[in-house]
C-alpha cells in the first residue's frame, strides 16, 4: 500500500521561505507523479504543482510559478516543494498526492490521483 506522508508545514512570515516534504513508501516512484495541492479554509483543493519521478519533468499552476520549485530525491523516496516569497495567499493545508504518470501525467485534477497524504499547514503572516 502507497504511503505519503508530508512534513516541514509551519507558520512564516510573508517573503520567508519553507521547504514542505513528501516522503513516499510502499513501492518505487519511478513510474509516478506526484503532485502538490493545497487548500484555504472555505476554498476548494487547488493545483499547485506536479513533478514526473521519472525524468524530473514539472509543471506549475501560474499562482506560484517563479516562486515555487518541486523537486525529487529518488534515493530518499521523498518529493519536495521549495516555496519562496510566500505571500499571505499562500496560507492553506498543503496535501502532496500520487499518481501512475501513464494515467495522471502532470495533471493539476486532483480526481487524477490515486494516493494522498494528510496534508500539512503553511500559515503566512504579514
Known amino acids: 500500500q502507497v504511503q505519503l506522508v508530508e512534513s516541514g508545514g509551519g507558520s512564516v512570515q510573508a517573503g520567508d521561505s519553507l521547504r514542505l516534504s513528501c516522503a513516499a513508501s510502499?513501492?518505487?516512484?519511478?513510474?509516478?507523479?506526484t503532485g502538490w495541492f493545497r487548500q484555504a479554509p472555505g476554498k476548494e483543493r487547488e493545483f499547485v504543482g506536479a513533478?514526473?519521478?521519472?525524468?524530473?519533468?514539472?509543471y506549475y499552476a501560474d499562482s506560484v510559478k517563479g516562486r515555487f520549485t518541486i523537486s525529487r530525491d529518488i534515493s530518499k523516496n521523498t518529493a519536495y516543494l521549495q516555496m519562496s516569497s510566500l505571500k499571505r495567499e499562500d496560507t492553506a493545508v498543503y496535501y502532496c498526492?500520487?499518481?501512475?504518470?501513464?494515467?495522471?501525467?502532470?495533471?493539476?485534477?486532483?480526481?487524477?490521483?490515486?494516493?494522498w497524504g494528510q496534508g500539512t499547514q503553511v500559515t503566512v503572516s504579514s
Open positions: 498526492a500520487a499518481g501512475l504518470a501513464y494515467k495522471t501525467g502532470l495533471s493539476a485534477r486532483a480526481a487524477n490521483y490515486e494516493y
Open positions: 513533478i514526473r519521478w521519472s525524468g524530473g519533468g514539472t
Open positions: 510502499g513501492r518505487t516512484f519511478n513510474a509516478y507523479v
